[in-house]
């Protein structure tokens, strides 16, 4: 069944419009909303050293009234990368990340997202053709996202929105 759409008051509907104007940058202090993080978002807010730390915590101040949704495979994949001994600025082992991480999931504005969709769900696809490998993960998360009337939170420039149905609503880029 869909759902109605919901009607957004003209103040948040101008600042939106702002957000769009200037690529994905929101200035201002009064957004509010739910964001769906990706593995390289958490890691972002979590490493001083990575490269978007600065943009996601101006993002996070802009957005001060937001939720942050993780689930599993973002939870998964932040325990896999920041405990790679590769990973520039390794937080340790695999325990060592996962007391971190369970820190920052039990901050007041963070919320658990059951990954209860699929790329296969009927419907779910508006346009296989941009299904690819490099994309399988990000849009699975978008597909959840837009499931649960969330946005995703992103670097990626390059996810193709209009394969999942809502994409492109959803899609969230944080200049970086």
Known sequence: MARAPRRVPATVAREVMAH?????????????????????VVLA?????????????VWATTYADALWYTCPLVQHG????????????????????????????????????ADDVSLLDAGRVA?????????????????????HGVHLATFDRRVPAGAIRGGDAA????AG
């Open 20 to 40: 769009e104007a200037t690529g994905g940058v929101t200035y201002g202090r009064d957004m509010t909303g739910a964001f769906l993080l990706d593995v390289n």
């Open 127 to 147: 346009d296989a053709a941009l299904l690819t490998p490099a994309h399988v993960t990000d849009l699975h998360l978008l597909a959840l996202a837009v499931a």
């Open 78 to 113: 932040v325990l896999r990368v920041a405990s790679q001994p590769r990973y520039p600025n390794s937080l340790g082992t695999v325990d060592a990340v996962r007391t971190v991480l369970t820190r920052f999931v039990a901050s007041p504005r963070h919320r658990f997202l």
């Open 45 to 57: 807010l979590l490493d001083p050293q990575h490269v978007f730390h600065d943009a996601a915590h």
């Open 171 to 174: 899609l969230h880029v944080i």
